[in-house]
């Protein structure tokens, strides 16, 4: 049974615990390139820069805070306005009990709204959890970046996944996608 939770918007008092749970996931060393630490200003100031199509949210349990997910346009270019990067982050005291489900599940009906039709996201290709999520929410995985960026000194390979949020995700389906 998922535990139950709140998904809001983020404010800027929530930059701590989003910090806290990102820096989690840059040591555990297969969710992000990103390192470095990221201190209450430095979300604070992150936070405070993103446009409204770049919304992040927080997930709650009463005054516990278990994760938080992100949206971010995809490019610049003006043609592919429509898609958007996805992030999940949840706390590590509280995986595996459906919060990143949760959270994602809530992306995809809540993308629409800022203008997106598609989802991606980028999934460094040993994170077995972050791929997993992505796959049980419908998205297809369509390749992978060979040695892609260093983390720790070592070439990590990116897998790209994606989930359209008009068109029927089972129109794409086939073996090699894993839809
Ligand atoms: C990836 C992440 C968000 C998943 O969140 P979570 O709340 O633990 O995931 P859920 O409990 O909702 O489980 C989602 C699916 O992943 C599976 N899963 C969870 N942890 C797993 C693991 N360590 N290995 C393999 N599969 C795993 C679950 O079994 C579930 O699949 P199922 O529904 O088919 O059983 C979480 O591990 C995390 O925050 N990791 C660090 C950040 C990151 O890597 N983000 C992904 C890239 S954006």
Redesign the pocket.
């Known amino acids: 049974m998922p535990r139950p939770i709140d998904i809001r918007r983020a404010r800027l008092s929530d930059a701590d615990f989003i910090g806290r ?1 990102y820096d ?2 840059i040591a ?1 060393g ?3 390139f990103a390192h470095g630490a990221h201190p209450a200003e430095e979300r604070a100031a992150w936070l405070a820069q993103r446009p409204e199509n770049a919304p992040v949210f927080c997930a709650w349990d009463g005054e516990t805070a278990l ?1 938080w997910s992100a949206l971010a346009p995809f490019s610049h270019r003006p043609w592919y306005a429509g898609v958007a990067e ?6 590590r005291a ?11 599940a809530d992306l995809i009906a809540t993308a629409p709204t800022f203008g997106y039709w598609k989802l991606v ?1 980028m ?2 290709s040993d ?4 791929l ?2 992505a796959h ?1 929410h419908g998205f297809c995985t369509v390749g992978t970046h060979h040695a892609h960026a260093t983390l720790n000194g070592q070439w990590r390979d990116v897998t790209l996944v994606e989930r359209h949020l008009v068109i029927d995700p089972s129109a794409h389906s086939d073996e090699a996608t894993r839809c």
């Open positions: 749970i989690e996931g555990d297969n969710a992000t994760g996805y992030t999940v982050y949840v706390a509280a995986r595996g009990m459906h919060i990143g489900s949760q959270l994602l996201g999934i460094l994170n077995d959890a972050g997993r999520l049980r």
